[in-house]
C-alpha cells in the first residue's frame, strides 16, 4: 500500500524536480546514510533516537501495511525521525526546525506528514525500555556480523526510566490530542514542553 503522504513526487522535499524514475530505482546505502545524517546532524539529534526512529518505522510498515518503496523511503523516514525526535531527545526538534533544514518544504505540510504518521500508528509511541533493549542488540549483533563498530552504550536505569516515562506521558498527551490532530493542519509541537515536568522524571 502506498499513500500520498509519503509519496516525493506529491510532496516534494526540495525544489528541484524530481526524476520522473524517482519511483523505479532503489536507493543506495550511502543515498539513505546521507539523508539521515543531515537530519540528525543538523537538528542535533542523539543515537538513542536513532534507535526510537526505528521503533516507529518498524510499527508504522506493521500497523499500516505500507510498502517502503524508492517514492516514499525519504518522507518515511522524515515523519519518524520527526516523531522520535520530540518523544526522546532533550531539545525537542519543532516542525518549523525541520523547515529550516529542508528549506524548500512548509510547515503545513510537516504538520499533515506528522498527523498522518501518528494516525497510521494509531497513536501508539509509547517505548518501553524492553522494546529498546530489543532493537539495541539486534543492530548490536549485526554491527558485529558485518565487522562495524557499534559506539552506543547500553541504556541506562535512569535513561530506560525516562524513555519509558516520556513516551508514556506523550502516547497519554497525544490520546488527548488526537481529537484536535484530525484538523488538516494540526501539529503536536506543543507537547514538547510537557515532558520535562520534574514530576514526570523524578
Same mark, same amino acid.
Given at each position: 500500500?502506498?499513500?500520498?503522504?509519503?509519496?516525493? @513526487?506529491? $510532496?516534494?522535499?526540495? @525544489?528541484?524536480? /524530481?526524476?520522473?524514475?524517482?519511483? +523505479? $530505482?532503489?536507493?543506495?546505502?550511502?543515498?539513505?546514510?546521507?539523508?539521515?545524517?543531515?537530519?540528525?546532524?543538523?537538528?542535533?539529534?542523539?543515537?538513542? *533516537?536513532?534507535? /526510537?526512529? &526505528? /521503533?516507529?518505522?518498524?510499527?508504522?510498515?506493521?500497523?499500516?501495511? %505500507?510498502?517502503?518503496?524508492?517514492?516514499?523511503?525519504?518522507?518515511?523516514?522524515?515523519?519518524?525521525? #520527526? &516523531?522520535?525526535?520530540?518523544?526522546?531527545?532533550?531539545?525537542?526538534?519543532?516542525?518549523?526546525?525541520? *523547515?529550516?533544514?529542508? @528549506?524548500?518544504?512548509?510547515?503545513?505540510?510537516?504538520?499533515?506528514?506528522?498527523?498522518?504518521? #501518528?494516525? &497510521?500508528?494509531?497513536?501508539?509511541?509509547?517505548?518501553? =525500555?524492553? /522494546?529498546?533493549?530489543?532493537?539495541?542488540?539486534? &543492530?548490536?549483533?549485526? =554491527?558485529?556480523?558485518?565487522? !562495524?563498530?557499534?559506539?552506543?552504550?547500553? !541504556?541506562? +536505569?535512569? @535513561?530506560?526510566? +525516562?524513555?519509558?516515562?516520556?513516551?508514556? !506521558?506523550?502516547?497519554?498527551?497525544?490520546?488527548?490530542?488526537?481529537?484536535?490532530? +484530525?484538523?488538516?493542519?494540526?501539529?503536536?509541537?506543543?507537547? *514538547?514542553? %510537557?515532558?520535562?515536568?520534574?514530576?514526570? !522524571?523524578?
Amino acid at each position: 500500500m502506498l499513500l500520498d503522504i509519503f509519496d516525493e @513526487k506529491r $510532496h516534494p522535499l526540495s @525544489k528541484s524536480e /524530481v526524476p520522473l524514475d524517482y519511483d +523505479r $530505482h532503489d536507493p543506495e546505502q550511502r543515498q539513505i546514510y546521507r539523508f539521515v545524517r543531515t537530519l540528525f546532524s543538523a537538528a542535533q539529534l542523539t543515537s538513542e *533516537c536513532a534507535i /526510537v526512529t &526505528l /521503533v516507529y518505522l518498524e510499527r508504522l510498515l506493521t500497523y499500516a501495511e %505500507i510498502d517502503i518503496c524508492p517514492s516514499n523511503w525519504k518522507r518515511i523516514v522524515l515523519g519518524a525521525i #520527526l &516523531l522520535a525526535s520530540k518523544v526522546w531527545d532533550d531539545q525537542a526538534v519543532w516542525n518549523v526546525d525541520y *523547515c529550516q533544514i529542508l @528549506k524548500d518544504i512548509t510547515v503545513e505540510d510537516m504538520n499533515e506528514l506528522e498527523r498522518q504518521f #501518528l494516525e &497510521l500508528l494509531q497513536f501508539n509511541i509509547n517505548v518501553p =525500555s524492553s /522494546v529498546y533493549a530489543k532493537y539495541y542488540f539486534d &543492530l548490536r549483533s549485526l =554491527s558485529e556480523s558485518n565487522n !562495524l563498530s557499534f559506539p552506543l552504550e547500553p !541504556l541506562s +536505569r535512569d @535513561k530506560a526510566r +525516562r524513555l519509558e516515562a516520556i513516551s508514556r !506521558l506523550c502516547d497519554d498527551k497525544y490520546k488527548d490530542v488526537r481529537r484536535a490532530a +484530525r484538523k488538516r493542519s494540526a501539529s503536536v509541537d506543543n507537547l *514538547c514542553g %510537557i515532558r520535562w515536568v520534574p514530576a514526570i !522524571l523524578s
